[in-house]
């Protein structure tokens, strides 16, 4: 199957991508070694906010159509999503307890961003698992997903700013890497392993969807089955035999 | 035109009925107000006795306790209707669904601002803060954090108020979303309590009204899928 | 802990990570297989 072509080929590559982000490539001249973590750190970051790109469109356009493989799509995104930030924050922590000697920084606008994804796609999660009825679910997730979706521009802005005169650490800046004048090697190094999340992302979504839409089908199977058995209690007894 | 004029009259009955179930309902508002003081109060206890450390730590738990009573506040406002199936009633009526959310969110700008209001005067004295000269950008403040905080809280609350474990779906939702709000209205009051030495009220009172622009919009854009739930 | 220590953690977790769901989606989808009755995917992806 294609799918678990994939899934193989996203596996070498991330193996790959990690070699060469641990052995390979050197180590930065002013971070050491913890420049590596910024390899799988903003990696997971990236296809973090893709997958509730992912969440909030399909949740979109499952108001307006209505189909339930919207909501299966969007149920992936937002579980990938919520994994890929858990290590987006994790990756932020390891490459910031050696360089800035912290694990967290209140300061440092990109964690603190992460930190509300997280929160923000959580409470979606839950919201879904307290919402018992599909229908309902899928629709107040859509919405759920959208305004999340919304407010993460404005949390971006309102920290960058919240930073204000106190300019980011000079030495250990996060954002070095993404900088056009970053050693080559680096940039290479960050793409390829973002190539490969990427590769592993889209197979993991694929999994996540099927297995959304197994269960609702079991779910809705369940459900109907529940419906069918109320109905024969209802009918008289001597009437009619109950099927099977 | 005909249809403007009939959407405005509806939010404004919407809105004049929550106001109405409030005032009658006194013990209910009023215990809120009470409680978002003794937050107040007990935040003196956590972060206390030193005055100093109070008086900067002052903004930013007066907007906690505005956030922590308006939580309750918004539950509040969609309480009663969930509780008599009118919800249900609401969406089978033929009125424009916006209407439906710019009184419900009026009615809850108002009562996110009576608490904001009577706040202040708590804050200021038990955290020794100079009010005075700034109230102006003080209250406009107030006015823009009661306007966003109501705007995404009539549409969380509409949604969580039938849902299982509600008390805590408000707040878990409600939370993450607020938090720039609570970030540009605190650093508004700083700035405004402050005298404003590096001029940054401005922009953030400017955050505040994007943040209101855009939650209303997206408020009222979706209240009518949670209505019809 | 060195700054290896923190690489080690960090490339562990994320990437032990990564395979941990990997994983169980699998076995997860093998159950809803066996549940439903069948053996192919529900539908392909879109």
Redo the contacts between chains.
């Keep these: 199957m294609k ?1 678990r072509i994939l ?1 193989f080929v996203a596996l070498f590559a ?1 193996i790959g991508a ?1 070699i060469n982000g ?1 052995f390979v490539v050197p180590a930065d001249l002013n971070q ?3 420049q ?2 910024m390899y ?2 903003v990696a ?1 970051a990236w296809l973090a906010y893709a997958s509730f790109g992912v969440t909030a469109i399909a949740g979109l356009v499952y ?1 307006i159509r209505r189909d339930v ?1 919207l909501d299966a ?1 969007a149920l992936a995104g937002a579980e990938v999503g919520v ?1 890929f930030t ?2 987006a924050i ?2 932020g922590m ?2 910031g ?2 360089v800035w000697g912290v694990y967290w920084q209140w300061e440092d606008p990109r964690l603190t961003t992460t930190a ?1 994804l997280l ?2 796609y959580v ?1 979606y999660l ?2 879904r698992r ?2 018992d009825d599909p229908a ?1 679910r899928a ?2 997730a ?3 997903g ?3 979706a ?2 993460i521009p ?2 971006h ?3 960058i ?2 930073r ?2 106190h300019q980011g650490p000079t030495i250990g800046d996060p954002s070095k890497i993404l900088n056009p004048s970053a050693p080559l090697q680096f940039v290479l190094a960050l793409l390829a392993m973002l190539a490969a999340f990427t590769l ?1 992302w889209v ?2 979504l ?6 959304a ?3 609702w ?2 779910e809705d ?1 369940a459900r109907r089955g529940r419906v069918a058995a109320a109905r024969q209690v209802a009918v008289p007894s001597g009437v009619e035999e109950p099927a099977g | 035109m005909n249809a403007l004029r009939r959407d405005l009259s509806v939010a404004i009955a919407i809105a004049r009925k929550d106001a109405l179930s409030e005032l009658r309902g006194r013990q209910a508002a009023g215990s809120t107000i009470f409680f978002a003081a003794i937050v107040l109060l007990l935040f003196g206890f956590a972060l206390g006795p030193d005055s100093r450390r109070l008086a900067e730590a002052a903004p930013g738990l007066l907007w906690l306790a505005i956030v922590f009573g308006g939580l309750l506040t918004m539950a509040r406002l969609h309480q009663l209707e969930a509780d008599d199936g009118a919800f249900e009633q609401l969406a089978l009526y033929p009125v424009d669904r916006r209407a439906i959310y710019a009184g419900k969110a009026l009615a809850g700008a108002a009562a996110m601002l009576v608490l904001g209001g009577l706040l202040l005067p708590v804050v200021a004295i038990l955290y020794a803060i100079p009010v005075g000269a700034a109230w102006l950008p003080l209250l406009a403040a107030v006015v823009l954090g009661a306007i966003g905080f109501a705007a ?1 809280g009539t ?2 609350a509409g ?1 969580t108020v039938r ?3 509600r008390e805590v ?1 408000l707040p ?2 409600m ?3 607020v ?2 709000l609570l ?2 209205a605190v ?1 508004a009051t700083v700035a405004a309590l402050g005298g404003d030495p ?1 001029g ?1 009220l401005g ?2 009172l400017q ?1 505040l009204v ?2 209101d622009v ?2 209303l919009v ?1 408020g009222a854009g ?1 209240y009518g ?2 209505l ?2 | ?1 060195t ?2 220590g ?2 080690i ?3 562990g ?3 032990g ?2 395979a941990l ?2 994983a169980l ?2 076995r ?2 093998r159950n ?2 066996e ?2 009755g ?1 053996s192919d ?3 392909s ?2």
């Design positions: 799918t899934g991330v990690a641990l050491g070694d913890a590596r973590v799988v750190h997971s108001l493989r799509l994994m858990a290590f994790w990756g390891m490459w307890r050696p509300l929160a923000l409470g839950l919201l307290l919402t309902r629709g107040r859509a919405v759920v959208l305004i999340a919304v407010d404005i949390v802005f309102s920290v700013w919240w204000g005169l592993v197979y993991l694929i999994r996540r969807y099927q297995l839409r197994l269960e089908q079991l199977e | 995404i549409a969380y949604l849902m299982r474990a779906m878990l939702l939370l993450p979303i938090a720039p970030l540009a650093k590096l940054e922009s953030w955050l994007a943040f855009i939650m997206v979706t899928f949670l019809e739930d | 802990m700054d290896a923190f690489v953690a960090a490339y977790v994320i990437l990570g990564i769901y990997a989606l699998a997860r989808l809803a297989r549940a439903s069948r995917d529900a539908d992806p879109r």
